[in-house]
Antibody, heavy 121, light 106 residues
Framework: EVQLLESGGGLVQPGGSLGLSCAAS????????MGWVRQAPGKGLEWVST????????YYADSVKGRFTISRDSSKNTLYLQMNTLRAEDTAVYFC??????????????WGQGTLVTVSS | DIQMTQSPSSLSASVGDRVTITCRAS??????LTWYQQKPGKAPKLLIS???SLQSGVPSRFSGSGSGTDFTLAISSLQPEDFATYYC?????????FGGGTKVEI
């Protein structure tokens, strides 16, 4: 059974940093691309970033490019999102999600339950 | 960026009704269209990929159609557990983009 468990959310001040983790199990982690999707309170879904199965290719939404960094550690079956220079508009539930293929950004077939990031002073 | 426009943004329906939701892309995306269902406080759930391929375990009352720029999600006979918000997503190119969602209410 595929399981994705996010952690690391919380309250952070504008301009601050926060790191999210997503522990994956139930599938061959390095064989699939992984991504982050966020949802601001009461709003729709917004793609944030995707990383290929090998970790060699990364893709970002323009809204986070240069501030967020996606990475993965296949030895730990864990996906990461390092978020720097946070803004109020980054406040959202962040979902970790698995793609059905290894390479190009695609849809997501499994999702974690999400972790809330609140950017506020 | 490819814009995804869903309509309606919300609808009221009854158990047993047939419901259709449309999703329009701002340019052709072939069949790179996915539908998700999301219930309050929960993660999205994959329903349909490739515009019309039903995910394993998803009831057959759900169906998807379309290609190019115009797509439809249909629920043939609405069940109580189908009341949720539905999103389309294109994976033709980055940035990946979602429609604004359609809330299906009683």
């Amino acid at each position: 059974e595929v399981q994705l468990l996010e952690s690391g959310g919380g309250l952070v001040q504008p301009g601050g940093s926060l790191g999210l983790s997503c522990a994956a199990s139930g599938f061959s982690f390095s064989s699939y691309a992984m991504g982050w999707v966020r949802q601001a309170p009461g709003k729709g879904l917004e793609w944030v970033s995707t990383i290929s199965g090998s970790g060699g290719s990364t893709y970002y939404a323009d809204s986070v490019k240069g501030r967020f960094t996606i990475s993965r550690d296949s030895s730990k079956n864990t996906l990461y999102l390092q978020m720097n220079t946070l803004r109020a508009e980054d406040t959202a539930v962040y979902f970790c999600a698995k793609a059905p293929i290894a390479a190009r950004p695609n849809y997501f077939d499994y999702w974690g339950q999400g972790t809330l990031v609140t950017v506020s002073s | 960026d490819i814009q995804m426009t869903q309509s309606p943004s919300s609808l009221s329906a009854s158990v047993g009704d047939r419901v259709t939701i449309t999703c329009r892309a701002s340019q052709s995306i072939s069949s790179y269209l996915t539908w998700y269902q999301q219930k309050p406080g929960k993660a999205p759930k994959l329903l349909i990929s490739g515009a019309s391929s039903l995910q394993s375990g998803v009831p057959s009352r759900f169906s998807g159609s379309g290609s190019g720029t115009d797509f439809t999600l249909a629920i043939s006979s609405l069940q109580p557990e189908d009341f949720a918000t539905y999103y389309c997503q294109q994976s033709y190119s980055t940035p990946l983009t979602f429609g604004g969602g359609t809330k299906v209410e009683i």
